[in-house]
C-alpha cells in the first residue's frame, strides 16, 4: 500500500511511518523539513493524491482541517483511507492549560470535519486517533508517557485490522 504522512519528520508521524515501512508499505512523508508545510494544503493535496491512505498527523492552526477537505473531495468515491491524528484532549470541558485552548479546538474542528464528510460518502473511509500522553518530546518518561515507537505499533495493527 502507498501511504502519505504529514508531519512524518518527528514525534507520532515519524514513528509511523516507520511502522509502515517496516511492514513492506511505500511511504511519502511530507512536512516542513522536506518543503511541504500544510498550511500549503494545495501543494500537499496534490502531493498525497496518488496515494492509497492519508495520514493527517501535521497539525498548524487550521490547516489540518483545510487538508483533509481538499483531499476528501480529490478521493471522492474512491476505496481510499484518511487517518486523521487528533487528541483526547478534545474530551475536556476545560484544557488543563490555558495555551492549549486554541490547539484544542482546532482539533475539535478536525473532529467535527472527518463527522460530517463520514455522513456525507462513505468513501473514502476516515479513522480518528486520538492519542493521549505520547512520548514525543525529550524528558517524557513512562509511566506517565506512552514509548512512541509502541504506540505506533499499536496504532499501526489498529488500522491494518480496519482498513
Known sequence: MKIAITGGTAGIG????KQFEKNGHEVIVLSRRNGYNI???PKVANKVEPYDMFINNAQAGYAQTELLFDVWRRWQGQHKTIVNISTRLTDLKIPPKQEWDEYIVQKKAL???QELLTERNMWPKQ???RPG???TQPGQEPPEY???DQYAHEVYEWIIKNI
Not at 515519524?14 to 511511518?17: E, G, H
Open 14 to 17: 515519524q514513528a509511523l511511518a
Open 39 to 41: 498550511r500549503s494544503w
Open 111 to 113: 473532529e467535527t470535519t
Open 127 to 129: 479513522i480518528l486517533i
Open 133 to 135: 500522553a505520547i512520548a
Open 146 to 148: 506512552q514509548d512512541v
